[in-house]
């Protein structure tokens, strides 16, 4: 199915790559691991059940193994391929981009090579998001598959490779844990326009997102006057500044340490919310990361009060952050959420 790729309000322009010209692609491997998993399990598990049980890192190997030269000179890159334009491309994010031309449902893929993505794709979320997921991108883009790409860098099966795929309203990794210090594999993205028409209203109705703003606005209405002066920032930032502060810089917003701790069991759950579309070694990632730098503890919740939906005080943008934490969520015009998270603030971002 064709789908018109529609423009995104405050978004940069679609991001459809030209053909790279890269610095030595990465070369065949024999293949032969693919089966490995299916000896040590019972007869009764087929094939089809074998490999959806395997961790997404597994399934990219097999994907790796299937590609064709022609096919690994498009989608395959070395670990720290650096684009002319948009810099070190394993870790760039944005809203609205392809990593590369060939999209998932094209006919660049085989049916086996697209069933393998999909299992990726699946393995990289919690498998309670799985339709909500399919129904944002069938929203934002006209479905799975039709609007979505991916690279795979280094070589799978060695210490360095990362999956990542693309689309409008979508930056995902599997990583295996090969890119050190980070959580996810690099910085993310996710968000929701799930009418098409770019401003929601106020009530987020069938925003798939919009229930991790309701639990974060339930620790707005715990706090006291004297707490929501320190919450309360006036101006939002530019929605893709997640980089992380210098030691020297202030972060806004009130710190957690100065909420009771009624309100401080109610970040938590709020980071509970913000992690639960990811596969449990990602919610694992982001909790380590989080406690090298101090926990929440060590984190600001600010709440944005220049562009609230509706003037009703329930506030559409806001965000938590910490030294090496930052989740930013941008409910106006509709849900954008940036996501960078480290074990380290000296860990850079291309953005």
């Known amino acids: 199915m064709s789908h018109e790729q529609r423009p995104c309000f405050q978004c940069e322009s679609f991001d459809v790559d030209r053909t790279v010209n890269r610095r030595g692609f990465i070369r065949k491997t024999s293949a032969g691991a693919a089966g490995l998993a299916a000896m040590s399990l019972p007869r009764l598990w087929s094939a089809d059940d074998v490999a959806r049980v395997q961790p997404p890192e597994t399934a990219v190997k097999h994907l790796f193994d299937s590609l064709t030269e022609h096919q690994r000179a498009k989608v395959c890159f070395d670990w720290e391929y650096v684009d002319s334009e948009r810099g070190l491309l394993r870790t760039r994010v944005s809203n609205n981009w392809h990593i590369t031309s060939q999209t998932i449902n094209s006919k660049f893929f085989s049916d086996e090579q697209r069933d393998i993505i999909r299992r990726i794709y699946e393995g990289m979320l919690d498998p309670d998001w799985h339709a909500r997921i399919d129904k944002q991108l069938e929203d934002d883009a006209g479905g799975y598959g039709d609007s979505q790409s991916i690279a ?136 380590a990361c989080l406690k090298a730098q101090g926990g929440l503890d060590q984190c600001h919740l600010a709440f944005y009060t220049d562009k609230d939906i509706g003037n009703d005080r329930i506030w559409d943008n806001w965000r938590l952050e910490g030294p090496a934490f930052v989740w930013h969520f941008r409910g106006s015009p509709h849900v954008h959420v940036w996501v960078n998270v480290a074990d380290d603030p000296s860990v850079k971002l291309n953005a």
């Not at 360095?160 to 890119?179: I, K, P, Q, Y």
């Not at 209203?201 to 991790?212: A, C, Y």
């Not at 101006?235 to 997640?242: A, C, M, R, W």
């Open 152 to 287: 795979i860098f280094g070589q799978p099966g060695t210490s360095d490779f990362e999956f990542v795929m693309t689309g409008r309203h979508m930056t995902l990794r599997c990583d295996g844990n090969s890119a050190d210090h980070v959580a996810f594999g690099g910085p993310i993205f996710y968000g929701h326009d799930p009418h098409g028409t770019f401003n929601e209203d106020k009530e987020h109705d069938g925003n798939v997102f919009w229930e991790q703003a309701i639990e974060a606005n339930k620790v707005y209405e715990m706090l006291d006057g004297r707490q929501r002066q320190l919450a309360e920032i006036a101006i939002s930032p530019d929605e893709s500044n997640v980089h992380f502060r210098r030691k020297e810089q202030s972060i806004p917003g009130i710190p957690v340490t100065e909420m009771s701790a009624d309100q401080r069991a109610q970040v938590q759950k709020v980071l509970r919310k913000l992690i639960e579309p990811y596969r449990q070694s990602d919610r694992d990632e982001v909790t």
